[in-house]
């Protein structure tokens, strides 16, 4: 029994799981994600800036490949590289994910929070890790209706992505239509909808370009 729980006395590593749920949202790779948690695992065996070498032993990277994920996270603002200075005068370097968090909270707090007019948080979904698309959509409707959905009405979203193959954003496009037209049916969203798709707009992109030119 002592050598089947030998890694438990390796320690554990902390990991947010609203990084796990939203990292694509913020825009990282899975091989970025990796990183990340080898970063984290670090940080909290108190090695601030550990090398390639050591980064790429613990994963299936080579030591290039640790050097371009490490610049791919600084250049797209998610890690830092700081200097540090000790009660000796010595400096030395350290990796920061601060900004990374600091983007997490900010999508947390501008999609998974949510606040009344007053800018209030009414209810906090961040323990809500489900990222399916249905369940998602079908969330925003019940916001924007003040209502839960019926099953019937959770059907025709359903439909909406899987027979119609309309992308999430487009549905979220519409329903914002119909919000701004206070037109809260989902006969006026599937009426947008259609209109949309009779004219060939099929990318949320093409679809704001053309709501834009016509405000």
């Given at each position: 029994?002592?050598?089947?729980?030998?890694?438990?006395?390796?320690?554990?590593?902390?990991?947010?799981?609203?990084?796990?749920?939203?990292?694509?949202?913020?825009?990282?790779?899975?091989?970025?994600?990796?990183?990340?948690?080898?970063?984290?695992?670090?940080?909290?065996?108190?090695?601030?800036?550990?090398?390639?070498?050591?980064?790429?032993?613990?994963?299936?990277?080579?030591?290039?490949?640790?050097?371009?994920?490490?610049?791919?996270?600084?250049?797209?603002?998610?890690?830092?590289?700081?200097?540090?200075?000790?009660?000796?005068?010595?400096?030395?370097?350290?990796?920061?994910?601060?900004?990374?968090?600091?983007?997490?909270?900010?999508?947390?707090?501008?999609?998974?929070?949510?606040?009344?007019?007053?800018?209030k948080t009414i209810e906090n979904r961040a323990s809500d890790l489900d990222n399916d698309p249905l369940n998602r959509l079908c969330r925003?409707?019940?916001?924007?209706?003040?209502?839960?959905?019926?099953?019937?009405?959770?059907?025709?979203?359903?439909?909406?992505?899987?027979?119609?193959?309309?992308?999430?954003?487009?549905?979220?496009?519409?329903?914002?239509?119909?919000?701004?037209?206070?037109?809260?049916?989902?006969?006026?969203?599937?009426?947008?909808?259609?209109?949309?798709?009779?004219?060939?707009?099929?990318?949320?992109?093409?679809?704001?370009?053309?709501?834009?030119?016509?405000?």
């Amino acid at each position: 029994m002592t050598d089947i729980n030998f890694y438990r006395r390796l320690g554990t590593t902390s990991l947010g799981n609203g990084l796990i749920a939203y990292y694509a949202q913020l825009g990282l790779s899975e091989a970025e994600l990796v990183l990340v948690i080898q970063l984290e695992a670090f940080f909290q065996r108190n090695n601030c800036f550990p090398s390639n070498e050591k980064i790429a032993a613990n994963t299936n990277f080579s030591n290039s490949d640790v050097a371009v994920l490490v610049q791919s996270l600084i250049d797209k603002g998610d890690l830092e590289i700081q200097q540090l200075t000790d009660d000796e005068g010595r400096i030395s370097s350290c990796y920061s994910l601060d900004p990374l968090y600091s983007k997490l909270d900010q999508y947390l707090d501008e999609h998974v929070q949510i606040k009344n007019d007053q800018g209030k948080t009414i209810e906090n979904r961040a323990s809500d890790l489900d990222n399916d698309p249905l369940n998602r959509l079908c969330r925003e409707f019940e916001i924007e209706f003040g209502r839960y959905l019926t099953p019937i009405e959770r059907e025709e979203i359903s439909d909406w992505l899987t027979i119609d193959h309309y992308e999430p954003e487009i549905i979220k496009l519409a329903l914002r239509e119909a919000v701004l037209s206070r037109a809260l049916s989902f006969k006026y969203v599937d009426r947008v909808l259609l209109n949309w798709q009779r004219m060939n707009l099929k990318t949320p992109a093409e679809v704001q370009n053309f709501l834009e030119r016509n405000r």
